[in-house]
């Protein structure tokens, strides 16, 4: 039994830098996380072990300070929460603001904007807000659902697979060949290299093993990306979940993970995936 990592997983620099700012902003007192920082688990626990509160209704919280998530929000919740009178900080990743940016563009260039993306996700969710009669598709059927405009403008949530966004984007011009497609790549450049790097990994895997969140939207992606390549692919949290009989000795077995994903998770899968190979070599 073989293991190789993926050319590039785990953390990107927007989830690493939300993660420090957050244990910073607690260092100095109590602070409140508006949602999930990051969807995984294992990061939010350490969090509230280091005194970070984590609440998902704004009337729930406590504290005088409130972090905005990596994943952004609108400047209409950023106001509505500096209205109840607290200190909001942001943990945005960059490229989520970078998407911000270039939705509000295309919408002053007198676009309808569009959004590719999963509706109740909160990061399209601070992405449409700002932008009453914004469309969200994820398929053909929901372009199909649109109402025709003289011009659209197209962005993309930020961990969507570049080459599904590519497809809807192309379905859009032929589904209205009389309007006028503006689109604006807004796929983050890590989710860009993972989704890469899990395709060149698992073609060359008998076994595929995804670190990460289950309620990580570029996690699952990573999954499914992964099993149009390889026929045996698995989700994990950590390396607790890991089951032997998953693997035969002969195996070659590719790890990969997300990018909410941290180093410690995934080098506790690798750990668990070698003691594996070590009793499939001693059994042989």
């Given at each position: 039994?073989?293991?190789?990592?993926?050319?590039?997983?785990?953390?990107?620099?927007?989830?690493?830098?939300?993660?420090?700012?957050?244990?910073?902003?607690?260092?100095?007192?109590?602070?409140?996380?508006?949602?999930?920082?990051?969807?995984?688990?294992?990061?939010?626990?350490?969090?509230?072990?280091?005194?970070?509160?984590?609440?998902?209704?704004?009337?729930?919280?406590?504290?005088?300070?409130?972090?905005?998530?990596?994943?952004?929000?609108?400047?209409?919740?950023?106001?509505?929460?500096?209205?109840?009178?607290?200190?909001?900080?942001?943990?945005?990743?960059?490229?989520?603001?970078?998407?911000?940016?270039?939705?509000?563009?295309?919408?002053?260039?007198?676009?309808?904007?569009?959004?590719?993306?999963?509706?109740?996700?909160?990061?399209?969710?601070?992405?449409?807000?700002?932008?009453p009669g914004c469309d969200i598709v994820l398929s053909e059927a929901d372009i199909d659902a649109l109402t025709s405009r003289p011009r659209f403008g197209v962005v993309s949530q930020t961990t969507q697979p570049i080459a599904r966004v590519h497809e809807?984007?192309?379905?859009?011009?032929?589904?209205?060949?009389?309007s006028e497609v503006r689109f604006r790549d807004t796929v983050c450049q890590p989710t860009k290299d993972r989704q890469r790097a899990a395709e060149e990994l698992a073609a060359g895997s008998t076994v595929v093993v995804v670190v990460g969140g289950r309620?990580?939207?570029?996690?699952?992606?990573?999954?499914?990306?992964?099993?149009?390549?390889?026929?045996?692919?698995?989700?994990?949290?950590?390396?607790?979940?890991?089951?032997?009989?998953?693997?035969?000795?002969?195996?070659?077995?590719?790890?990969?993970?997300?990018?909410?994903?941290?180093?410690?998770?995934?080098?506790?899968?690798?750990?668990?995936?070698?003691?594996?190979?070590?009793?499939?070599?001693?059994?042989?």
């Amino acid at each position: 039994m073989k293991l190789h990592r993926a050319s590039h997983l785990g953390w990107c620099f927007g989830v690493r830098d939300a993660v420090r700012d957050a244990q910073q902003a607690a260092a100095s007192g109590p602070v409140t996380i508006l949602g999930e920082l990051v969807h995984n688990p294992a990061v939010i626990e350490n969090l509230r072990q280091n005194g970070v509160l984590t609440r998902h209704d704004p009337s729930d919280v406590t504290t005088e300070r409130v972090l905005i998530t990596a994943h952004g929000a609108s400047r209409q919740r950023i106001h509505a929460l500096k209205e109840l009178g607290l200190q909001v900080s942001e943990t945005t990743c960059p490229l989520v603001h970078r998407a911000h940016a270039a939705l509000d563009s295309l919408v002053h260039q007198g676009c309808h904007p569009v959004i590719i993306g999963q509706r109740q996700h909160v990061e399209v969710r601070g992405l449409s807000e700002d932008h009453p009669g914004c469309d969200i598709v994820l398929s053909e059927a929901d372009i199909d659902a649109l109402t025709s405009r003289p011009r659209f403008g197209v962005v993309s949530q930020t961990t969507q697979p570049i080459a599904r966004v590519h497809e809807l984007v192309q379905y859009l011009r032929t589904r209205f060949p009389e309007s006028e497609v503006r689109f604006r790549d807004t796929v983050c450049q890590p989710t860009k290299d993972r989704q890469r790097a899990a395709e060149e990994l698992a073609a060359g895997s008998t076994v595929v093993v995804v670190v990460g969140g289950r309620h990580s939207n570029n996690t699952r992606q990573l999954v499914s990306t992964c099993q149009r390549f390889c026929a045996r692919v698995h989700h994990v949290e950590s390396a607790e979940e890991i089951n032997p009989t998953w693997f035969h000795a002969k195996d070659i077995v590719g790890l990969t993970a997300g990018t909410s994903t941290p180093d410690e998770a995934i080098d506790a899968v690798e750990a668990r995936l070698l003691g594996i190979a070590s009793t499939c070599a001693a059994a042989a």
